[in-house]
């Protein structure tokens, strides 16, 4: 069987001084047009919220480029989805009575596919406001056995649609460059180098342990939360009325979309 496997490498920039500036408006008209499109989706509790990108496109792409000078159309394009996706979340998580309000964007991450970007081993070439900037990755001297080695230089690996951060408290940008690749295995934990970030996973107390013996996150948590989900679908299941049974086909696997926003 063929599996798709991705990765997630963290990768220090080296952003040229001179064009720090741009990234950073970059991001502010980024987050922009992610918050005008919160404003016009989300529409509750007076009536439906947009969840759907292509219609949030139709409405407002047009103005935001040009309320951002135009900025990049494919930049436009990813923070209107980013805000679409969160707003699908949010409505699910109303429809389990849960508490949650309209998504609002004011830290540093910018969406990046190969449209706006260019991806090198050694480098990426980012669009901004003010044109392109390279930026040379800062590599380990031996990556061998690290995540650089093992996913960013393995040409069995390929670059996907990626995001930029900034930590402002060491003034560094970092890309988290997302790499896939197919695999012939029996099952993903059986698949060669099924490893991500040299941390190892359990599935009891922590989630993982970092190769600096750093502990991550709660297994016991997450395993409750997947038999909570398992318990309200086959309680759906069993009701058996229209209403019920709508509710269970449009949950479908929220869990999996929670446990991924969870572990990520």
């Given at each position: 069987?063929v599996w798709d496997v991705t990765r997630t490498v963290r990768i220090r920039l080296d ?152 930590d402002s408290e060491t003034d560094e940008f970092y890309l988290h460059a997302t790499m ?85």
């Amino acid at each position: 069987m063929v599996w798709d496997v991705t990765r997630t490498v963290r990768i220090r920039l080296d952003v040229p001084d001179d064009r720090k500036s741009d990234l950073h408006a970059t991001n502010d008209l980024f987050q922009y047009c992610a918050n005008r499109t919160a404003d016009w989706a989300w529409r509750y509790p007076d009536d439906d919220c947009v969840t759907s990108k292509s219609e949030a496109e139709d409405a407002i792409y047009d103005n935001l480029r040009q309320e951002t000078d135009y900025l990049h159309a494919n930049l436009v394009q990813k923070a209107i989805k980013r805000a679409t996706d969160d707003i699908d979340n949010c409505v699910d998580r109303l429809a389990d009575d849960e508490n949650t309000s309209q998504p609002e964007y004011d830290t540093f991450s910018i969406v990046y596919d190969k449209r706006a970007a260019t991806y090198y081993r050694n480098k990426v070439s980012l669009a901004t406001v003010n044109g392109r900037v390279e930026c040379q990755y800062d590599l380990p001297d031996t990556p061998e056995r690290t995540p650089h080695g093992e996913y960013l230089l393995n040409e069995d690996y390929s670059f996907s649609t990626s995001t930029v951060h900034y930590d402002s408290e060491t003034d560094e940008f970092y890309l988290h460059a997302t790499m896939e690749r197919e695999l012939d295995a029996d099952s993903p934990e059986k698949a060669e180098h099924s490893r991500v970030l040299g941390v190892d996973c359990n599935v009891n107390d922590h989630i993982a342990v970092t190769s600096t013996g750093r502990f991550i996150g709660n297994a016991d948590f997450l395993n409750h939360q997947r038999r909570e989900f398992e318990k309200r679908r086959a309680s759906l299941q069993e009701t058996g009325t229209r209403s019920a049974h709508l509710t269970y086909h449009r949950i479908g696997d929220r869990f999996g979309r929670w446990s991924k926003d969870y572990l990520h």
